[in-house]
Nanobody
Framework: QVQLVESGGGWVQAEGSLRLSCAAS????????MGWFRQAPGKEREFVAA????????YYADSVKGRFTISRDNAKNTVYLQMKTLKPDDTAVYYC????????????????WGQGTQVTVSS
């Protein structure tokens, strides 16, 4: 079975940094585009970032451009989200996602999801 397991969430002060990791198994990792979504309390799930299967192209929500960086290590079957200059509005559960097409991450619902990791940013 396909599994996506997030880690690295926690509490951080505003202006601080965190790095999230997502370890994938049960799929040929290098064939999949990967991404991150988040859902804040009382709000809908929203797109954060995505990366193509080879890591050559990245996409970001306007709200995180210049602060967040998505990357991947296909040898480790892992995708990362480096978050800097965090804001209280970044507080959410962050979900890792995978799809055979980058468009499954940027324009439609991804095929596979992790269970999420909590990120809390205090002011």
């Amino acid at each position: 079975q396909v599994q996506l397991v997030e880690s690295g969430g926690g509490w951080v002060q505003a202006e601080g940094s965190l790095r999230l990791s997502c370890a994938a198994s049960g799929l040929i990792f290098s064939n999949y585009a990967m991404g991150w979504f988040r859902q804040a309390p009382g709000k809908e799930r929203e797109f954060v970032a995505a990366i193509t299967s080879r890591g050559g192209i990245t996409y970001y929500a306007d709200s995180v451009k210049g602060r967040f960086t998505i990357s991947r290590d296909n040898a480790k079957n892992t995708v990362y989200l480096q978050m800097k200059t965090l804001k209280p509005d970044d507080t959410a559960v962050y979900y890792c996602a995978a799809d055979a097409s980058i468009f499954g991450l940027t324009s439609t619902r991804p095929h596979y999801w992790g269970q999420g990791t909590q990120v809390t940013v205090s002011s």
